[in-house]
């Protein structure tokens, strides 16, 4: 009877030993800006608080410069990393300890012009992960893709090299896009499809030189615009709805911009569509028309209010924008009217939203929980935790917080009273 009772009692422990190394955490961030790419996410029950003992770090790992949103799924944290200004890294996490897993690393790096120093010569793309595939554009203008469960390189496309195409001045900046067998980026000098299995390239459309050489820097989206899905891409010069099959321009229209920093990834509303940029202001379009009796798109609104690198959150028909001078804004979606305007805060700002409620993370290394209220700037709470750098594109899943300091992979534990 002892044995029996020994046994089970080191039954028991071995179970415990492995529930409490293999936590399995429900929801996930595999792209940029989230789950729709729009950085919404179904209503939360947020705690209102950001003080410690209530926003507590879990790990924090150090790792060499980058700009990238770490990605999450229900086991692990993928990040990527410069290291020795010679090398691209990619690492896959364990999410509840913050250990390696495994790393991938090539050779790839570039400085940018000197006017452009202070924002770094590393790698700054969010990749992009589905099912077995992670997909990841370094600076120089390069698509890899990993296999999620070792690293193993699947297959790698050099624009540069493929398409006869600059090296981009500032480095490629697009995110990619997965759409079942198919993978979308801007590179290459314009705005390519490839083949999700092999890399082939097949095909690069509105091929745009605007403003600074190379690649544009916004990040595509897919939306159904009077019925047809396409893609909306924004190049240097303009926003354009692009055939998802054959790489034909289906409409669009030009968006002024200095130096051609149309940054900002389009937000799709309906058959509506809000941007905004650097030197031209912020715009609401409306595409109409169909596939079969061709589009159109026509400008309901400017506002001279100019986004630059932050790109936006929509809620209730009302766009909340941090822009070029570093100030907050709520613009109304229907009239083009700005509700209200804060004083300035850093130089960027990443946002998701839940319900009412906005986190953002501001490029200073502070956090600011806000009620999204056309009324008024309704600051709810704040709290500064890193004198470093937070470029990266917040993430959120699962009550925990996900910041890509410059330098180190910071994960907080949020938790209600």
């Not at 009239?335 to 850093?346: A, L, M, S, V």
Request: overall charge negative; charged content about 20%.
């Amino acid at each position: 009877m002892f044995t029996n009772i020994l046994r089970m009692f080191w039954l028991v422990v071995a179970f415990s030993i492995s529930g409490s190394s293999s936590t399995a955490f429900a929801e996930s961030w595999t792209q940029w800006r989230g789950p729709n790419r729009t950085g919404l996410l179904d209503e939360q029950d947020w705690p209102l608080k950001l003080s410690a003992g209530r926003l507590d770090t879990a790990w924090n790992v150090p790792l060499g410069p980058s700009y990238s949103s770490p990605l999450v799924t229900d086991d692990r944290v993928f990040v990527t990393e410069t290291r020795n200004s010679k090398s691209e890294v990619v690492s896959a996490l364990d999410r509840e300890t913050g250990k390696v897993i495994w790393s991938t690393e090539w050779t790839g790096a570039m400085t940018v012009p000197f006017f452009a120093a202070a924002n770094g010569s590393w790698i700054r793309a969010t990749p992009a992960l589905d099912g077995g595939d992670l997909f990841v554009a370094g600076i120089r203008d390069v698509l890899v893709c990993l296999d999620v469960n070792n690293g193993d390189v699947k297959w790698k496309v050099d624009f540069v090299e493929s398409t006869g195409s600059v090296l981009p001045s500032f480095g490629c900046a697009c995110s990619p896009l997965v759409d079942g067998n198919s993978v979308y980026i801007q590179a290459g000098g314009g705005f390519a499809k490839l083949d999700r299995a092999d890399g082939r390239i097949l095909w690069v459309s509105v091929k745009d030189g605007g403003g600074m050489g190379g690649s544009a820097f916004s990040s595509p989206v897919i939306a159904t615009l009077g019925g047809y899905r396409q893609a909306v891409v924004q190049t240097r010069s303009k926003l354009a709805g692009i055939d998802l099959k054959s790489g034909g321009e289906l409409w669009s229209i030009d968006v002024e911009a200095f130096r051609g920093m149309n940054i900002l990834t389009p937000t799709v509303i309906g058959d509506r569509i809000f941007t905004s940029s650097y030197g031209g202001g912020s715009f609401l379009f409306e595409v109409s028309g169909s596939k079969t009796d061709g589009f159109k798109v026509s400008q309901l609104w400017r506002n001279k209010v100019q986004g630059y690198m932050s790109s936006p959150v929509v809620i209730n028909d009302h766009v909340y924008l941090h822009l070029r001078n570093q100030r907050f804004a709520c613009i109304d979606l229907l009239t083009g009217k700005d509700k209200w305007i804060t004083e300035p805060f850093g130089k960027y700002w990443s946002l998701v939203a839940a319900g009412d409620r906005i986190l953002a993370l501001d490029e200073r290394g502070e956090l600011l929980l806000i009620h999204a209220s056309p009324e008024k700037f309704d600051l709810i709470d704040r709290r500064k935790f890193s004198e470093n750098p937070t470029w990266a594109h917040l993430a959120v899943a699962d009550g925990q917080l996900f910041i890509r300091e410059l330098e180190s992979m910071h994960v907080l534990d949020w938790t209600k009273e």
